[in-house]
């Protein structure tokens, strides 16, 4: 069983400011709820009770958002909105949410190390909030049945463009079954050329215990980070680590182009805004074209 999850959300979020000046990335909202309800509900569609935010000073919305709200509640029970009022009720029943401080954004791998306490000797989930997912069934349940198949640590990949693939963590694997691969390596972030593939690892890992005393070894490597990627390598030479295609449309909502991308194919993914975003869609084209076109007075 996989119960546990981890969501690393201490990072500086350099890339959104000045948004993230004072408001978490993890917080922005993807239509009408933040990045971090996204995750933490495909955790939960996972199986996942227990789940773990790492966070540092001045994210302390993070928790709030998950929190009941009662005044609110109760203004909106007496107005009779109930659908608002189950909307607020953004953690479900029968799961609990931790936190633990990374008290220096260090890198991913020196995030997950300070899961260490709460994970104990289960294996667990790892979950990046700004990766999100439009898909028929979570992401993550499909690892966590590759997990219980093979019994060893899996990480998520999928296909990159050559030009993104020094964006990520990259996979050397052997296909032991169609879109299953044994990790031979992995490398963070390399350059283009010196890729040995275009896998890319996708922000969801199941990872065994046995990845902290590595982690805890682990030297900062790309951008002068403890990168979890580097704690993976050590654990796929001690023992076997999986990489499994995902399925689903991924979303790298971390950038502002991938957001403003999720953006609209969530919109478009809802029915009740559908029509209206393909109206301003098409506005919106029709007036850069109304832009580029040359008036009479330009031609000849
Ligand atoms: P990113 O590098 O994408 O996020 O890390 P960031 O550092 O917040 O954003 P930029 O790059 O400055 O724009 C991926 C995930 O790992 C977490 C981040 O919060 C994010 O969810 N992270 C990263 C940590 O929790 N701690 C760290 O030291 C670094």
């Known amino acids: 069983m996989v119960r546990k999850a981890v969501i690393p959300a201490a990072g500086l979020g350099t890339r959104f400011l000045p948004a ?42 993070l928790e709030d958002h998950f929190d009941r709200a009662y005044e609110l509640e109760a203004r ?27 008290g220096e954004p ?13 994970v104990g000797d289960e294996p667990f989930a790892v979950l990046l909030p700004d990766e999100v997912f439009l898909s028929e069934r979570p992401c993550l349940g499909g690892l966590i049945e590759t997990y219980r198949e093979l019994g060893g640590p899996v990480v998520g990949v999928q296909e990159v463009p050559p030009e993104e693939v020094s964006r990520y963590g990259i996979v050397d694997g052997e296909e032991i079954s169609p879109g299953l691969y044994r990790v031979r390596g992995l490398v963070e972030k390399p ?50 680590v999986y990489a499994a295609v995902t399925e689903g449309r991924r979303f790298d909502a971390g950038n502002t182009l991938g957001f403003l991308e999720a953006t609209l194919a969530f919109a478009l993914a809802r029915p009740d805004l559908r029509p209206g975003v393909l109206k301003i869609i098409e506005r919106e084209i029709g007036a850069l074209s109304e832009e580029a076109a040359p008036t009479s007075g330009e031609r000849g």
Do not use: C
Not at 78 to 86: C, I, N, V, Y
């Open 76 to 102: 909106l029970q007496d107005k009779g909105k109930t659908s608002l009022l189950k909307s607020t009720r953004t953690l479900p029943g029968g799961v609990t949410l931790f936190s633990v401080r990374q």
């Open 191 to 240: 350059p283009v050329d010196a890729a040995p593939s275009r896998w890319a690892i996708i922000g969801r890992y199941i990872i065994t215990p046995d990845i902290f005393p590595l982690l805890a070894g682990t030297r900062p490597g790309a951008g002068g980070e403890i990168q979890l990627t580097d704690g993976l390598a050590a654990l796929a030479s001690r023992r076997a």
């Open 106 to 118: 260090l890198g991913l791998g020196h995030a997950v190390l300070q899961a260490r306490n709460f």
């Open 20 to 61: 993230t000046k004072a408001v978490p990335k993890e917080m922005l909202p993807i239509v009408d709820r933040p990045l971090l309800q996204y995750v933490v509900e495909e955790a939960v569609a996972a199986g996942i009770t227990d789940i773990l935010l790492v966070t540092r000073q001045g994210k302390e919305l």
